[in-house]
C-alpha cells in the first residue's frame, strides 16, 4: 500500500464549512485486490505511476446539511495522471480515540471518477460499472497545535 499525506485546516472558527486543505495518495495506493491486475492498473495504459506517481484532491469547500444526524460533503477538484475534475464527496466525520489516547478525527467517504477524461477504459462489464473509478477514503487526523 502506498503512502498518504494531507492536511485539514478548519480555520480560526473550528467549523466544518470553514474547511480546506487535501490529500494526496501514490499512484500504486490504487488497486484491484489482485496482484496481477494491481501490475497491469499500475502500467503505462493505465495510470503509468512512473510518470504520474500521486493522485491528489484539493478541498475547496465543505457543507452540511441540517437532517440529524448532520450530512456533509466535501467539493474540489481531483488531480490524476496531470488531469483535474471536479468531485462533490459525501463524508462522515467521527471523533475517535487513537492507540494512546490521544483524540483523532475521522474522515471517511466514497467518490466515483468516469474513466474516459483520463483516457483509461475499464473492464468488460455491465455498461454502468466499467467507465468508473470507486474512491474510498477513510483517514485519520490527529490535532496540531
Same mark, same amino acid.
Given at each position: ?6 492536511? /485539514?485546516?478548519? %480555520?480560526?472558527?473550528?467549523? /466544518?464549512?470553514?474547511? !480546506? ?11 484491484? %485486490?489482485?496482484?496481477? +491486475?494491481?501490475?497491469?492498473?499500475? %502500467?503505462?495504459?493505465? /495510470? ?46 467521527? +471523533? ?5 489516547? !490521544? ?9 466515483? *471518477?468516469? +474513466? ?16 468508473? *473509478?470507486?474512491?474510498?477514503?477513510? /483517514?485519520?487526523?490527529?490535532?496540531? !497545535?
Amino acid at each position: 500500500m502506498g503512502k498518504v499525506r494531507s492536511e /485539514l485546516d478548519f %480555520g480560526d472558527s473550528g467549523i /466544518l464549512t470553514d474547511l !480546506n486543505g487535501w490529500f494526496e495518495a501514490d499512484s500504486k495506493s490504487v488497486t484491484m %485486490g489482485e496482484a496481477e +491486475l494491481d501490475h497491469t492498473i499500475h %502500467g503505462a495504459i493505465f /495510470l503509468n505511476i512512473s510518470k504520474h506517481p500521486t493522485v491528489r484532491f484539493e478541498i475547496e469547500s465543505a457543507s452540511t446539511t441540517d437532517s440529524n444526524p448532520p450530512a456533509a460533503s466535501i467539493e474540489g477538484s481531483f488531480k490524476m495522471k496531470e488531469i483535474d475534475l471536479p468531485v462533490e464527496a459525501k463524508v462522515d466525520f467521527d +471523533l475517535m480515540v487513537g492507540p494512546t489516547g !490521544n483524540e483523532l478525527l475521522g474522515l471517511q467517504g466514497t467518490f466515483v *471518477l468516469p +474513466l474516459t477524461p483520463f483516457d483509461m477504459e475499464g473492464p468488460d462489464g455491465p455498461a454502468n460499472a466499467k467507465d468508473k *473509478l470507486l474512491f474510498d477514503v477513510n /483517514l485519520a487526523y490527529e490535532r496540531m !497545535n
